[in-house]
């Protein structure tokens, strides 16, 4: 799930771990691009590591060619032009993720969805993956832009809990945010599980 908010952009991920022989730390849906810009996703998972790899090497391109941070847009549309190359070439294959990209750049917080096709759009707040559906329905209902930070992440975590029909595990959540002041944030598990607890009880 992603959500704008004022001042940033949150990303919140449901790992949706199997078993309980798994570590939760080695399951990783959430990547830091660059300083300003981060990436949630859906899908396959080497996939998604692949294209994170990609997009790693374009925002540091950027900034020694130009001397400047890159606009997110600009790297999502080069993400997702690379994506499309897929799907039309044979001996090669789309790559199978949904990837949603946030950052804050000169234009203000940025996130865009993007699909396995390689057409991307901007939204405000959106989800993908299992569970996709409930979680839209009730960011629909109760989604705002002007939200602090604290009730995004509030909001978020519990349109992932009406996505999951209730299954949240709290060692399995993922929260990243990304804002005008510190750049891309990981939270630490005992954030994401106090957050949690706030929202769900």
Same mark, same amino acid.
């Given at each position: 799930? %992603?959500?704008?908010?004022?001042?940033?952009?949150?990303?919140?991920? $449901?790992? +949706?771990?199997?078993?309980?022989?798994?570590?939760?730390?080695?399951?990783?849906?959430?990547?830091?691009? $660059?300083? !300003?810009?981060?990436?949630?996703?859906?899908?396959?998972?080497?996939?998604? +590591?692949?294209?994170? $790899?990609?997009?790693?090497? $374009?925002?540091?391109?950027?900034?020694?060619?130009? &001397? /400047?941070?890159?606009?997110?847009?600009?790297?999502?549309? +080069?993400?997702?032009?690379?994506?499309?190359?897929? *799907?039309?070439?044979? %001996?090669?294959?789309? =790559?199978?993720?949904?990837?949603?990209?946030? &950052?804050?750049?000169?234009? &203000?917080?940025?996130?865009?969805?993007?699909?396995?096709? %390689?057409?991307?759009?901007?939204?405000?707040?959106?989800?993908?993956?299992? &569970?996709?559906?409930?979680?839209?329905?009730?960011? #629909? #209902?109760?989604?705002?832009?002007?939200?602090?930070?604290? /009730? *995004?992440?509030?909001?978020?975590?519990?349109?992932?809990?009406?996505?999951? /029909?209730?299954?949240?595990?709290?060692?399995?959540?993922?929260?990243?945010?990304?804002?005008?002041?510190?750049? =891309?944030? +990981?939270?630490?598990?005992? /954030?994401?599980? #106090?957050?949690? !607890?706030?929202?769900? %009880?």
């Amino acid at each position: 799930i %992603g959500l704008k908010f004022k001042d940033g952009v949150v990303l919140l991920v $449901d790992k +949706r771990i199997s078993s309980h022989l798994v570590e939760p730390d080695s399951i990783e849906k959430i990547f830091q691009i $660059d300083n !300003h810009i981060g990436c949630a996703t859906s899908g396959l998972v080497a996939d998604a +590591r692949a294209l994170v $790899d990609r997009a790693r090497i $374009d925002a540091q391109i950027n900034k020694i060619t130009y &001397g /400047e941070k890159i606009q997110v847009k600009t790297l999502v549309k +080069r993400i997702s032009d690379f994506k499309q190359a897929y *799907t039309q070439y044979g %001996g090669v294959r789309p =790559f199978g993720v949904v990837l949603l990209i946030a &950052g804050v750049d000169s234009t &203000g917080p940025c996130l865009f969805a993007t699909d396995p096709s %390689g057409a991307y759009m901007e939204i405000k707040a959106g989800s993908e993956g299992a &569970g996709r559906s409930g979680a839209l329905a009730y960011l #629909e #209902e109760n989604y705002r832009e002007d939200m602090a930070l604290e /009730e *995004t992440i509030d909001m978020g975590i519990k349109a992932l809990h009406k996505g999951s /029909e209730g299954k949240l595990i709290p060692d399995a959540i993922e929260i990243a945010v990304i804002n005008t002041k510190e750049k =891309f944030r +990981r939270l630490s598990l005992d /954030e994401s599980k #106090e957050y949690m !607890h706030k929202a769900l %009880g």
